[in-house]
């Protein structure tokens, strides 16, 4: 029997989400960042470039016997499947197995799988590397995201989240800009560049993966999962590190908590959580994620179209225009955030979904007088998403901390695979009709739906959203494996020692 074994089960009182919340923001917190945060700068590049690639790879010479419309149809319907199954799939063994496991794990799989999507030499070998890469995509966002939330002070919990999940769109401009060099056939063949694409992609996510062996496993799920020694030696020595920085001795930390040890957490009691326990706090990640997909798919599903249709914008330019969008929809997040954690969570995501809205039912009334131009309408998505941005955020970073700690990452793979699902099924489906019509009635009313959706969301969000500016996890939602408050004297009384976690003058 292995020491987590036999130390599972165990009951023991600690301060370590305490320690950890009460840090200052530090050299090692921006060690995070970049190791886990990076990679959805890759998933913004990946979407890009496949959408930019698919005249080329369709065109005769590009090495690769597949059609335009495989491409943005069936090639997307598979990295949409992957992602929804990876989330799923990854997220329970996240819940299980640890979070720098699985994120080490997701990455390597991101990695071979774009890595082999570059060699691809028949239509079914890119179909299923793309359904592969959307499979690693998928248990990152469940990796990351709980891994994030349990190691950043909670002062700082909603910024940080905010921005990481924002600069998915660093990585769509990167992407609209390497399609333009790499598809340029003056520099790279036809069968070259966007292969080329692909393959740096997997070069990024090598370095990632460099940096991300140094970042530890979360001391909250170490603690619950009985390596309570292993989460002592790793906040201690983050605190080393911390001191040495700063110069001077950490405050005291404020706070225990006392847990149930326990190895793993059941399905049943998974659901039980999300949908009877917590049955508000569903409806409020349910709303939040279809509100955002809705919108999004409603205005940059049919762009191109829109663009060249209704204002003759040439095909080949539209990458600029899209550039400019994404410009704002990181913009939002990294102005914004920090107001989620000042002015606080439920005034910021319920405004943020409800400007973002009402700016779209104006855009659209906009655009029904014929009162815009190809510039003008650009520059009001660009307002619109501004404000979606941050909220579409939010809603990642709502799901990830309102559940208890044993199904944070499970929660986090539901609603991203139900957001995902929506967004890149169903949203596809009923809006590449309204938008494909050239009808400006019908793209009038892709508009309205989105927008009516966002709005939905935003009430909802007034009604639901949980004050978690600045409360630490176990506050927000106490653990599954909390023990009830007496059982902290019960311990101490039966070990007379110090408290698990703490130091001898803490105890």
Same mark, same amino acid.
């Given at each position: 029997?292995?020491?987590?074994?036999?130390?599972?089960?165990?009951?023991?009182?600690?301060?370590? &989400?305490?320690?950890?919340?009460?840090?200052?923001?530090?050299?090692?917190? @921006?060690?995070?960042?970049?190791?886990?945060?990076?990679? @959805?700068?890759?998933?913004?590049?990946?979407?890009?470039?496949?959408?930019?690639?698919?005249?080329?790879?369709?065109?005769?010479?590009?090495?690769?016997?597949?059609?335009?419309?495989?491409?943005?149809?069936?090639?997307?319907?598979?990295?949409?499947?992957?992602?929804?199954?990876?989330?799923?799939? @990854?997220?329970?063994?996240?819940?299980?197995?640890?979070?720098?496991?699985?994120?080490?794990?997701?990455?390597?799989?991101? /990695?071979?799988?774009?890595?082999?999507?570059?060699?691809?030499?028949?239509?079914?070998?890119?179909?299923?590397?793309?359904?592969?890469?959307?499979?690693?995509?998928?248990?990152?966002?469940?990796?990351?995201?709980?891994?994030?939330?349990?190691?950043?002070?909670?002062?700082?919990?909603?910024?940080?989240?905010?921005?990481?999940?924002? #600069?998915? @769109?660093?990585?769509?401009?990167?992407?609209?800009?390497?399609?333009?060099?790499?598809?340029?056939?003056?520099?790279?063949?036809?069968?070259?560049?966007?292969?080329?694409?692909?393959?740096?992609?997997?070069?990024?996510?090598?370095?990632?993966?460099?940096?991300?062996?140094?970042? &530890?496993?979360?001391?909250?799920? /170490?603690?619950?999962?009985?390596?309570?020694?292993?989460?002592?030696?790793?906040?201690?020595?983050?605190?080393?590190?911390?001191?040495?920085?700063?110069?001077?001795?950490?405050?005291? &930390?404020?706070?225990?908590?006392?847990?149930?040890?326990?190895?793993?957490?059941?399905?049943?009691?998974?659901?039980?959580?999300?949908?009877?326990?917590?049955?508000?706090?569903?409806?409020?990640?349910?709303?939040?994620?279809?509100?955002?997909?809705?919108?999004?798919?409603?205005?940059?599903?049919?762009?191109?179209?829109?663009?060249?249709?209704?204002?003759?914008? &040439?095909?080949?330019?539209?990458?600029?225009?899209?550039?400019?969008?994404?410009?704002?929809?990181?913009?939002?997040?990294?102005?914004?955030?920090?107001?989620?954690?000042?002015?606080?969570?439920?005034?910021?995501?319920?405004?943020?979904?409800?400007?973002?809205?009402?700016?779209?039912?104006?855009?659209?009334?906009?655009?029904?007088?014929?009162?815009?131009?190809?510039?003008?309408?650009?520059?009001?998505?660009?307002?619109?998403?501004?404000?979606?941005?941050?909220?579409?955020?939010?809603?990642?970073?709502?799901?990830?901390?309102?559940?208890?700690?044993?199904?944070?990452?499970?929660?986090?793979?539901?609603?991203?695979?139900?957001?995902?699902?929506?967004?890149?099924?169903?949203?596809?489906? /009923?809006?590449?009709?309204?938008?494909?019509?050239?009808?400006?009635?019908?793209?009038?009313?892709?508009?309205?739906?989105?927008?009516?959706?966002?709005?939905?969301?935003?009430?909802?969000?007034?009604?639901?959203?949980?004050?978690?500016?600045?409360?630490? /996890?176990?506050?927000?939602?106490?653990?599954?494996?909390?023990?009830?408050?007496?059982?902290? #004297? #019960?311990?101490?009384?039966?070990?007379?020692?110090?408290?698990?976690?703490? #130091?001898?003058?803490?105890?």
């Amino acid at each position: 029997m292995s020491t987590a074994e036999a130390d599972a089960g165990r009951t023991v009182t600690t301060n370590i &989400p305490a320690r950890l919340d009460r840090l200052p923001w530090s050299r090692w917190h @921006w060690t995070i960042v970049i190791g886990l945060g990076t990679v @959805w700068i890759l998933d913004g590049l990946e979407v890009t470039v496949v959408g930019n690639i698919a005249s080329r790879l369709s065109e005769p010479g590009s090495g690769l016997p597949i059609s335009s419309g495989q491409i943005t149809g069936i090639a997307a319907a598979l990295y949409v499947a992957g992602a929804c199954v990876g989330a799923l799939f @990854w997220g329970r063994l996240t819940d299980r197995f640890g979070r720098k496991k699985l994120f080490m794990i997701t990455l390597v799989v991101y /990695l071979a799988a774009t890595a082999l999507t570059a060699v691809s030499f028949s239509t079914w070998w890119f179909f299923a590397f793309r359904f592969l890469t959307g499979f690693g995509i998928g248990g990152e966002y469940a990796a990351i995201n709980s891994a994030i939330d349990e190691l950043i002070p909670a002062s700082y919990r909603g910024r940080v989240d905010l921005i990481i999940n924002g #600069s998915f @769109w660093l990585g769509a401009v990167a992407g609209s800009l390497l399609s333009i060099v790499a598809l340029n056939t003056a520099i790279f063949p036809k069968d070259v560049g966007w292969r080329l694409t692909f393959a740096l992609g997997a070069v990024l996510a090598l370095v990632i993966l460099l940096v991300r062996r140094h970042v &530890p496993e979360s001391p909250r799920w /170490l603690l619950i999962h009985g390596r309570d020694r292993e989460a002592e030696e790793i906040v201690t020595s983050i605190e080393e590190r911390v001191e040495e920085e700063k110069g001077k001795e950490l405050d005291r &930390p404020e706070s225990e908590i006392t847990i149930n040890q326990r190895r793993s957490v059941t399905f049943r009691e998974i659901a039980r959580t999300l949908f009877r326990d917590y049955r508000k706090r569903s409806v409020l990640g349910f709303s939040l994620f279809i509100g955002q997909a809705f919108l999004y798919n409603a205005i940059t599903f049919g762009f191109g179209a829109i663009l060249t249709k209704f204002f003759d914008v &040439p095909t080949g330019d539209t990458g600029y225009y899209f550039a400019v969008i994404a410009i704002g929809n990181f913009c939002g997040p990294l102005l914004l955030g920090r107001l989620f954690d000042t002015v606080g969570r439920r005034v910021m995501i319920s405004g943020t979904y409800l400007l973002s809205g009402v700016l779209l039912f104006g855009t659209a009334w906009l655009f029904d007088q014929g009162s815009l131009s190809a510039t003008t309408l650009t520059a009001c998505w660009c307002a619109v998403l501004f404000f979606a941005s941050a909220g579409a955020s939010s809603a990642y970073l709502t799901v990830s901390e309102i559940f208890p700690m044993e199904t944070r990452a499970m929660s986090i793979a539901f609603f991203y695979a139900l957001g995902t699902a929506a967004g890149g099924i169903s949203g596809p489906l /009923l809006f590449s009709d309204l938008t494909s019509t050239g009808k400006v009635g019908d793209t009038v009313l892709a508009f309205q739906i989105g927008a009516g959706l966002m709005v939905a969301a935003g009430l909802v969000a007034a009604f639901l959203a949980v004050r978690a500016e600045r409360r630490s /996890l176990e506050d927000i939602a106490k653990p599954l494996t909390a023990a009830a408050s007496s059982a902290a #004297s #019960s311990v101490r009384g039966k070990t007379g020692g110090p408290t698990a976690g703490s #130091s001898p003058a803490t105890a």
